[in-house]
């Protein structure tokens, strides 16, 4: 079983910018002859596996048949981090981010506002996606027969999210990607990205294997009861939704979409998930981050009802 290539940076590459864009450390790269395509590359902070969760989500997409950004292990300078590919055809399409979508929908929605908004429900994204408009992305294989719009799709997304943990799908980790005016299909979802707020990436070792109450289970239990989506239960201000919990929600609308969706993650194999998450290079993430993440997976798959 072969690990995971390191992309090394800048090969024949060159950066876009020079300063760090957001809370992150991020550098656009691009090739000058047009050959390859431009990435974002992804410093990883201290203390954090954000490379290998990123990784490994994009890997765990694709096994369940999910449109994602493309993504490899890399790093620059002797600095470890991931590498998302563009997925904006070198900027021929324009992504246009959830929480600009919304406002769109609803003048009053405060777009500058990530986490606790209570207007960020599923309802309200649900009011987005589900209008004839909006066009299916490209996918790995075939979407199920039973997912018919876009808002079908995201619900796999939202499936990914509460599989692998991740807590960070707020109004501007998902998008529509905008081909402008006389485009066969102006308007479609774009695919999954930004995944690195899962997998328990920023837990030590040290709490990964602490026992703590077993009469609240195991470490691995705990951690997963505890994910937190960014969606709110209702705009009359309720609590944070659980991942699994925004996956039934918007199942709710779409339950035919959300059976498929099950079926394609019950048909990933332990041994695909395992083998798919030992190719990490051991200089990149341990033994006892490998062991949780694969238990992770399993109990997340179970809180689904997969």
Known sequence: MSEYAILKLPGVRVPENREPLGSKQKLWWHDPTGNEPRLLFKHNRPGTGEDWSEKLAAELAQELGLPHARVELACVDGSSGAAIFDFTDNGQTALVHGNELLEVVDPEYPKEKRRRAREYTIAAVHNVLARPGVGLPPAPIPFPAEVID??????????????????????????????????????????????????????????????????????TDRYARRAKSAFCASTDGGRPLLTWEAFQTAG????????????????????????????????????????????????????LGA
């Open 150 to 219: 876009a808002f079908g799709v995201f619900l796999g997304y939202l499936m990914l999210d509460a599989w692998i943990g991740n807590t960070d799908r707020h109004h501007e980790n998902w998008g529509l990607l905008w081909r402008g005016e006389g485009a066969p299909r102006p308007l479609t979802l774009a695919p999954s990205f930004d995944h690195a707020s899962s997998l328990g990436r920023e837990l030590t070792d040290d709490k990964r294997t602490r026992e703590g109450d077993s009469s609240q289970g195991t470490p």
């Open 252 to 303: 709710a609308l779409r339950p035919e979409a959300a059976a498929a969706w099950l079926a394609r993650l019950r048909a990933v194999t332990p041994e695909t998930v395992r083998e798919t998450v030992e190719r990490v290079p051991g200089t990149r993430m341990s033994a006892v981050a490998k062991a949780f993440a694969c238990t992770l997976l399993q109990c997340n798959a179970k809180l």
